[in-house]
């Protein structure tokens, strides 16, 4: 290799070094009764709640799909909520300070 081959090629990997990337990260914690899910791209926060009753037809589904929720077993939605960045940073500081909150309480004895 020449010399401006090797400088070539250091410019290559610098550029794809400091290319930026695509933060395609979704984090999704599904629990029994309720998934939380995080985006990246949109930094938004989806929180879903589910119940165990019968599922009863929602105002903003059709017939088809009603029928195949029914037919997959999957528990009606009862609430969905999705926050923006703004409102998903206040869900968490207030997360965080309710958890600071009661870790640093003193043990009644």
Known sequence: MTKEEVI?????LFDMAN???DDNVVIKRELKFATFEYDETEKTISIETRSSEVP??????????YAERLALHEPPVNGRI??????????????IRIAQRNWFRKVKK
């Open 8 to 12: 070539e090629n250091e410019e290559d």
């Open 19 to 21: 290319e930026e990337k």
């Open 56 to 65: 009863q037809q929602n105002i903003h589904e059709t017939d088809e799909q």
């Open 82 to 95: 999705k926050l923006n960045k703004v409102y998903s940073f206040a869900l968490l500081r207030f997360v």
